[in-house]
């Protein structure tokens, strides 16, 4: 740490096999492997079909739960007939439902299934997304014997599985909503369920895909041009 | 609009330092000294492995090896 100037650290050209560029690196990847171990402990959480969750709210400060709930919308029009005349005038509902924490009491095996449906597909997304991620970020802080390299032909092509994987998650979050919507309804009384899909997620979605999508032609690029670099005496 | 690239896979232009190595009398390691490039590179660009060489790299083998570009440069 000594040899190494404040200007070195600002700018940070400090030398890759100095202490600090090791703390560099170790915290880069520490910061991957737990983000990767808690979304893979989430996504078992997800197939065993449990959930563990703790609320923050104004009211009661912590709220800890350890029963699995579902979001569903609940119709207000059947809860309280006639609450529309009830508002102000000036006020008008976006919506017909509520959203509301459903637990299910006594799941069968089609309900376990659909819960399941409705949660697991996004876990295993985001776990895969994360693993594509920290593979990259790995092979481009390097360690302390070798150089990191963000421009080579692995990237390139977890790059473009991170790319189909951001644009097929609609269709992924798509099936677990009409999962949960089912499941919401036959949890709850008849004309108790709005069914609901949002579509909201779709655009940003897609977007990143094609955002990451771009990322990968530009990587491609740049591990054509490193290879003629590095075939230049 | 690009023409379509040469394939890579198919080399046309070859480096021949063996011959002029002999008549100099110079060791690849001694050339390598000489022209400033390491003796990895020189291994690379004698094995015909390089994909390109810089003109101040063949300046200097030209320099050293007392000849032509077109002495070790051969189109196959």
């Known amino acids: ?233 | 609009m690009h023409s379509k690239a040469p394939r890579r896979d198919v080399r046309r232009v070859t480096i021949d330092l063996d011959s002029h190595l002999e008549s100099s009398g110079l060791t690849l390691t001694e050339l390598a000294s000489r022209v400033g490039i390491t003796l990895v590179n020189l291994s690379v660009l004698r094995n015909n492995r390089a994909k390109a060489i810089r003109f101040s790299t063949l300046e200097a083998l030209c320099e050293e090896l007392d000849c032509q570009p077109g002495d070790i440069l051969r189109y196959e």
């Open chain 1, 1 to 233: 740490m000594n040899d190494i100037s404040i200007k070195q650290i600002l700018t940070g050209t400090y030398p890759r096999n100095s202490r600090l560029a090791q703390w560099d690196r170790r915290i880069l990847k520490g910061i991957m492997n737990v983000v990767l171990f808690l979304a893979l402990a989430g996504t078992t959480v997800d197939v065993m079909d449990l959930e563990g969750s703790l609320h923050f709210n104004p009211i009661s400060a912590i709220d800890a739960t350890f029963q699995r709930s579902h979001w569903g919308r609940i119709n207000m029009d059947t809860v309280v007939p006639g609450f529309r005349e009830k508002l102000p005038p000036n006020v008008e509902l976006w919506s017909p439902g509520v959203w509301a924490a459903i637990k299910v009491e006594h799941p069968d095996r089609t309900t376990k299934t659909l819960s399941r449906l409705s949660r697991v597909p996004s876990s295993v997304l985001l776990v895969a997304i994360i693993w594509m991620l920290r593979s990259i970020v790995v092979t481009t802080v390097g360690t302390n014997t070798s150089e990191g390299d963000p421009f080579i032909r692995p990237n390139v092509r977890r790059l473009y599985i991170l790319a189909l994987l951001l644009t097929a998650s609609p269709v992924i979050d798509f099936v677990s909503q009409i999962a949960e919507s089912e499941l919401v309804s036959r949890s709850l009384p008849k004309d108790f369920a709005v069914s609901s899909v949002d579509f909201s997620s779709f655009v940003p979605s897609i977007g990143m895909g094609l955002l990451v999508l771009v990322l990968a032609e530009v990587f491609k690029i740049g591990v054509r041009l490193r290879e003629d670099v590095e075939g230049l005496v």
